[in-house]
């Protein structure tokens, strides 16, 4: 098992250009979180998806972040237009279904580590 | 208040050493807990969960204090390989919301 696949492992942009973070979760697991760490605030949770579904976007920052997941393989987080603020590592994880306490394993990606100038 | 908070250390011990981190989590709802371990610019992974009577791991013990929203991790004879950022997680109950992690304790252990 290849684990949770994430790309680019490392991205430099500048400011006001569009970023996109991809994912793939592991195969059978159908639910899949985005969050991001910095220093000062830790891991936050942005989104979460139930079988390709977006449940909880209460995390995400503001409407320059969008996520999709168009099929049980693929996902993509992205800022736009990016913003100096927006460095930090984002962590995809993926898990077997959720039970109805919300508790599982996450299996997380190695992360894609942005910084915008 | 923030939801899940611990101490952020750093924890300095030496080898051999017995060390506890504590959390303590806001929502009394609150139903599933574990505690998550990561490596400097790694990934977090399951380190163990943490069940309402108490789990043993080997040298790691987790504890569960419902009445004081209150986790704790014990390690004894602490190793060098234990080196790393301890994070405490919470899940609500409410089906389809997912796991809320601590900004996490940093263990140093020193040979």
């Known amino acids: 098992d290849a684990g949770v696949i994430q790309s680019p492992r490392h991205e430099v942009t500048e400011m006001g250009q569009e970023v996109t973070l991809r994912c793939k979760p592991i195969?059978?697991?159908?639910?899949l979180f985005w969050y991001r760490q910095t220093m000062m605030r830790g891991l936050e949770l942005l989104i979460y998806f139930n079988n390709n579904v977006p449940i909880d976007d209460s995390g995400m920052p503001e409407d320059r972040f969008s996520a999709k997941m168009p099929n049980a393989s693929f996902s993509t987080l992205k800022i736009q237009p990016s913003e100096p603020r927006d460095s930090a590592v984002y962590f995809c994880a993926s898990s077997l279904p959720l039970n109805s306490w919300g508790a599982n394993v996450l299996t997380f990606g190695a992360g894609s580590r942005l910084t915008v100038l | 208040r923030k939801e899940v908070e611990q101490d952020p250390g750093p924890f300095n011990v030496p080898e051999g050493a017995t060390v506890a981190f504590n959390c303590t989590y806001s929502n009394s709802a609150s139903q599933s807990f574990f505690w998550y371990r990561q490596d400097c610019r790694k990934e977090p992974k399951l380190l163990m969960s943490?069940?309402?009577s108490g789990n043993e791991d080997g040298r790691f013990t987790a504890q569960l204090n419902r009445a004081s929203q209150y986790i704790s991790l014990l390690i004894r004879d602490s190793k060098l390989s234990d080196s790393a950022t301890y994070l405490c997680?919470?899940?609500?109950?409410?089906?389809?919301?997912?796991?809320?992690f601590g900004k996490g304790t940093t263990l140093s252990v020193s040979s």
């Open positions: 943490v069940y309402s």
């Open positions: 195969s059978g697991h159908n639910s």
């Open positions: 997680v919470v899940t609500l109950n409410q089906a389809g919301t997912a796991l809320i």
